[in-house]
């Protein structure tokens, strides 16, 4: 019983201690001008779902939730972040080439009609930013002319 305590004691001032542990933030405060959304002519409806969806990870400007202020979980979320950040940037997306943005599109497509994304461990907490049906489709079909028009 004796050693319980003391691990137990041990895991609370290392929980206590990595708390003070800075995690960096993905925020900014000015959209640049080669945001996707403002390069295209999103519907919208759909610049409202892709930003609800989205732009938390695969921008630079993430909205933290409260539970980003515990660690190990801001950890957690900053890679997450790092990661989407590097597949996608919505903030980046006119400084690609024709090329990536096609292949870029393409990506989405498949992701949205595999429910790849958004994430489940995403869509767990956030439940607005999962796609209904109807959502995924209309978003496919504006993806895939945005893709045969570039």
Known sequence: MKI???????????FVGIQFIPSSRNQSDSVPETDFMLVNDVPENIQ?????????????????????????????LEDH??????ELNF???DSLSTRRKTSKLRSIIKQIENGEMPL?????IHRDAKFSEAEA??????VTQLKNSL
Not at 137 to 142: L, S
């Open 91 to 93: 903030n980046e997306w």
């Open 81 to 86: 972040i790092k990661e989407g950040k590097a």
């Open 4 to 14: 319980v305590k003391i691990i137990a004691i041990v895991l609370l001032v290392v």
């Open 120 to 124: 489940d461990s995403y869509t767990f």
């Open 137 to 142: 489709e209309e978003i496919i079909n504006w």
């Open 48 to 76: 409202n779902k892709l930003q609800v969806s989205c732009y938390d990870c695969h921008s630079n400007n993430t909205q933290y939730p409260w539970y980003n202020k515990v660690q190990p979980v801001a950890w957690f």
